[in-house]
């Protein structure tokens, strides 16, 4: 296919959500929970608890979190958590009870919780927030050396129908060079006490791009996480972001490198040997990074769609969802400002009110709903878009589109009534987001002053 746009690089921004939270600005009204939630559907909420604790800090990573917790911490950090619980269910109100459609608990780390904290989370989650958690899917993160027996167990007991374990790579030299050394041992023991939870759906994730990792090195992760015949495995592209432990890797800022070319390259060579491994051990591929085993049990019912749903956070890193905010606490990825903000939740006596956020306007909504659809390998519905907003994608965004059909990365199928990445399209699945974020996001977010 003979393209006139300009090369882009392939890996810019992963928009798991949008805008991100870097384009959050503190809100001037502090508008009251209950004026922001009034009116809202709350029929097929989401419910997600944030728990920013972890025992190492990997140097890939710039979630909100810390490194370990001092004496009491998490108790006045669960303590906090409850407190913003009650805050929002009283702000939600009892006229129309909210119903939660799916749950998760992340981070951070949710297992560097004792069992005992957990089960103490799973109460705030149900008697608070009125979150029936054995009844819906409910997904929790956890780590290799957090995901002991009796933590399992707790979870498995209260509903857990998902467990996520962040492997990110079998081969110990390549751990350690992303800054997260552990034990291949200590990982497969963990997998072992997974499976013995018997929690439906175990998801691995891991990393490609990692300094020092090969082909081989690579298939070798893929075998070994295979034999697990783990439900999902996530791939994930190895970024480098400021202010995280492999930050030194990061471009000049004058312009790529051709180290910077070389390791695109190398990413994507990475990607479609994982993609095609996956594909041919009866995997699916759903996005970019999720591949699901064919056979693998559905996560959770068809009725509830991202695209529109609003969403419920707890904890310092969580964000909440409504149709016209997006709201959460302040964010940083510098430890001392981290431990700052953490420290600042666990005294908040007062949640009555989002804080930090960004309204969603109908331009913006559009942008979202098309970027969550049309990120995943199912496509993007443009009946579905059109029933929304009363336009199809082509008339909204006409030459974002064409220049992504140009590139070969595009494809309308069924006459055009489904858009659909290709393969291509979703291997640069990272540049594609970023093309659709509006100026105004895009400005916020050069502006935001990592910390
Ligand atoms: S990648 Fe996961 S385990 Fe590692 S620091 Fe980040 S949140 Fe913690």
């Not at 298939?219 to 592209?237: G, K, Q």
Request: charged fraction near 25%.
């Amino acid at each position: 296919m003979t393209t006139t746009a300009a090369p882009v690089r392939p890996y810019q921004h992963y928009v798991y959500a949008y805008p991100h939270k870097t384009a959050y600005r503190p809100l001037p009204d502090r508008p009251v929970l209950a004026d922001v939630w009034a009116g809202e559907a709350r029929d097929a909420l989401s419910f997600y608890a944030h728990i920013p604790f972890c025992e190492v800090r990997c140097g890939f990573c710039n979630l909100f979190t810390r490194v370990g917790a001092p004496e009491g911490l998490t108790g006045r950090y669960l303590d906090a958590l409850e407190r913003q619980a009650i805050a929002v269910r009283e702000a939600l109100g009892d006229r129309r009870p909210a119903r939660f459609a799916n749950a998760a608990f992340g981070g951070g780390t949710p297992t560097f919780l004792t069992a005992d904290e957990l089960t103490r989370l799973c109460d705030i989650a149900e008697r608070r927030m009125g979150v029936d958690l054995r009844a819906i899917p409910l997904s929790v993160e956890a780590s290799p050396a957090t995901a002991t027996a009796d933590r399992l167990a707790v979870l498995a007991e209260r509903g857990a129908t998902r467990l996520s374990l962040g492997v990110q790579s079998f081969v110990e030299a390549e751990a350690r060079a992303a800054v997260r050394p552990q034990r291949r041992a200590d990982v497969e023991a963990a997998l072992g006490r997974i499976r013995d939870a018997a929690i439906p759906v175990l998801n691995i994730d891991l990393i490609y791009g990692i300094d020092g990792q090969t082909s081989a090195s690579w298939r070798h992760s893929l075998d070994v996480a295979l034999a697990w015949r783990p439900e999902e495995v996530y791939l994930y592209p190895l970024y480098v972001r400021p202010l995280t432990g492999l930050g030194r890797r990061a471009d000049s800022g004058t312009g790529p490198a051709a180290a910077d070319l070389a390791w695109d390259r190398e990413r994507l060579a990475r990607y479609r040997e994982g993609r095609d491994h996956l594909l041919a051990h009866g995997y699916r591929q759903h996005s970019m990074r999720m591949f699901r085993r064919a056979d693998a049990p559905e996560q959770g019912p068809d009725d509830y769609a991202c695209q529109t749903d609003g969403m419920i956070g707890l904890g310092c890193g969580a964000r909440s969802y409504t149709s016209t905010l997006h709201y959460a606490f302040d964010y940083a990825v510098a430890m001392p400002e981290i431990r700052g903000i953490i420290d600042a939740y666990a005294a908040t006596t007062d949640f009555s009110r989002a804080r930090h956020g960004r309204r969603v306007d109908e331009d913006e909504a559009r942008r979202r709903h098309l970027l969550q659809s049309l990120l995943q390998a199912a496509g993007l519905p443009v009946a579905e878009y059109r029933e929304r907003f009363g336009t199809a994608p082509q008339d909204d965004f006409p030459g974002e589109l064409a220049e992504l059909a140009d590139r070969g990365w595009l494809a309308e199928e069924d006459a055009g009534r489904l858009l659909r990445l290709t393969d291509e399209g979703l291997a640069h699945s990272d540049a594609v987001g970023p093309a659709f974020f509006s100026p105004a996001v895009r400005a916020a977010m050069a502006a935001h002053e990592p910390r």
